[in-house]
């Protein structure tokens, strides 16, 4: 019999552990899901890896190396936000975060059951992509691994906050629209995937501010120099907190 964590009775860690089994599944098996949260962030790297595709300036860094923190960046986004978003937001449409809340998995139990899903999806993307990236002669410096590991969870943590706060307040066909939409902007223009330098005019100023602009420059700074960005990391708990208490404030469970 596995022992509870100290401080949460084994009933309510095994329900959490069940509903995240549950969720993870189901993320994996989705087709859709499966698309944009590992075969798009895979087919981009593959791409962005090719000299000839895009002219990139790198900074001196070998071209794998430049591209592979801003795919694990996407990588995040698509997970904590996009996939997140849609899912909530049907299972609120559908009533079964309304059920679920009423059972013994209670409220919070529901929540920490879609945030492990969150962090177990994300730990496959590393590994694939870290995988693929390897395969293309990546090679990340061993003292930045875990900075890496710090940004993704303070970037899961603003995504995650971003994506309860749309599936809370709008209708789950809205929150399709606006996920999706919000996910090829943060791409494209927020900095996630080429730093906010490379980016035109006003962009370049914005992008930092940007919960995908910092993910972004922290990974890069982790993974190219071995150190987390203090400002980076400031601007996604600053996101955090504000998004958190916002879906605090006006989180629907109906």
Not at 113 to 137: M, P, T
């Amino acid at each position: 019999m596995t022992a509870a964590p100290p401080g949460l009775a084994a009933p309510a860690w095994r329900r959490v552990l069940s509903q995240a089994t549950f969720e993870t599944r189901l993320i994996l098996r989705n087709g859709e899901q499966l698309l944009v949260t590992l075969i798009l962030p895979v087919l981009l790297l593959i791409a962005l890896a090719q000299p000839d595709l895009l002219e990139l300036d790198t900074g001196g860094a070998r071209r794998i190396d430049f591209v592979t923190p801003g795919i694990l960046a996407l990588a995040v986004m698509s997970t904590a936000f996009t996939s997140q978003a849609i899912t909530t937001s049907f299972d609120r449409r559908n009533g079964v975060l309304r059920l679920l809340a009423t059972t013994p998995l209670g409220r919070g139990g529901l929540l920490a059951g879609k945030v492990c899903a969150v962090l177990a999806v994300e730990a496959v993307q590393v590994v694939v992509l870290g995988g693929v990236a390897l395969a293309l002669g990546w090679e990340p410096p061993i003292a930045g691994l875990v900075p890496a590991l710090v940004a993704i969870g303070l970037g899961t943590a603003a995504f995650t906050s971003l994506a309860l706060l749309l599936a809370g307040t709008l209708r789950a066909e809205a929150v399709l629209a606006v996920a999706n939409l919000l996910l090829v902007l943060l791409t494209v223009a927020g900095g996630a995937v080429v730093p906010a330098t490379m980016l035109p005019g006003p962009l370049a100023t914005l992008a930092p501010l940007l919960p995908s602009g910092a993910l972004g420059d922290a990974l890069r700074g982790a993974l190219l120099d071995s150190g987390l960005p203090v400002g980076s990391a400031l601007v996604l708990l600053a996101w955090t907190i504000a998004l958190a208490l916002g879906a605090g404030k006006l989180f629907r469970w109906s």
